[in-house]
């Protein structure tokens, strides 16, 4: 893994980080775009810990405004020295919380839903669940304000139905696919949204790729 010394803007200290790497994918992304499995490889790649402060985020040199006062929260102390949970939800998770009180409700929610990915690796599925729970609370307020996939109409209600649908969520699925229908001008995302219907209709609450949309 390639290395890059990065300066945190929160304590100056200097410290080595990996370069996030967009490597060609093979393969579709799943409907909730977690992307195909070589893309997945760089996910410990997306949040950088800085080792001084502890503070997590996608780029230390250029944290969201106000991480500072966040990182020194009980909360946050407790969640970044988590030896118990899995390295990367702990990542998520302090990245979450950060975005969450810089108000950067969408970083939050895609965060969570990182987070959720790992459980689903560690097959671990109460944990899952309660990151899509936080996942979905935080993207439906980005979403209200115009911050999930802003040039995309549809996108946004079509990846909350995926979400809610995971979690066994079949009214809020089927709920946030008509409302996509509704808003969308793109007929894939108004094929994706009536293939969320079909599989909350079904119950269906397994992972499911976009190049299955009929
Ligand atoms: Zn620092």
Known sequence: ????????????????????????????PDLDLRPAPDRRQTMSQWVQECPTCKL?????????????????????????????ALPLVRKFRAWAYVAEKAGQYDDAGFAH??????ADDAK???????????????LAQARDRG???????????????DVHRRMGRWD?????????????????????????IALATKHDAAVHTTNEVP
């Open 1 to 28: 893994m390639a290395l890059s010394e990065v300066t945190c803007a929160n304590c100056s200290s200097k410290s080595n980080q990996p370069v996030k790497e967009t490597p060609e994918v093979n393969g579709s």
């Open 124 to 138: 671990d599925k109460s944990l899952a669940d309660m990151q899509r729970h936080m996942a979905v609370m935080h």
């Open 56 to 84: 997590m985020c996608p780029d230390l040199a250029n944290p969201p405004a106000g991480a500072g006062e966040a990182l020194k929260h009980p909360d946050y102390v407790t969640m970044a020295a988590d030896k118990k």
């Open 172 to 196: 809020e699925a089927i709920h946030e696919a008509e409302r996509g229908k509704s808003v969308t001008d793109q007929p894939f995302i108004d094929a994706l949204c009536d293939y969320e």
């Open 113 to 118: 839903l990182h987070a959720a990915w790992v």
């Open 147 to 161: 911050r999930v996939y802003p040039r995309q109409k549809g996108a946004a209600e079509a990846l909350l139905a």
